[in-house]
């Protein structure tokens, strides 16, 4: 009888470290995508700036008529 008591407690303690190694991986992953969003953002933020500070100057400043 002590041996499946034993068996039954080591299923569970694997089952309670699969669970937290689980919890942990989903943690990372969300943080990860966190991550991954506010990077797509400050990099589509930084273009678009860098895009129009190209267009100002290259083609506004540069056909403006001398006055």
Do not use: Q
Not at 2 to 26: C, K, N, R, S, W
């Amino acid at each position: 009888m002590d041996d499946d008591i034993g068996f039954i407690e080591g299923i569970l303690l694997l089952a309670f470290i699969g669970f937290i190694v689980y919890v942990i991986v989903m943690i990372i992953s969300v943080l990860v995508g966190i991550a991954g969003t506010a990077g797509l953002a400050w990099g589509g933020g930084t273009a678009v700036v860098n895009y129009y500070k190209s267009f100002k100057e290259n083609i506004i400043d540069s056909n403006r008529t001398a006055a």
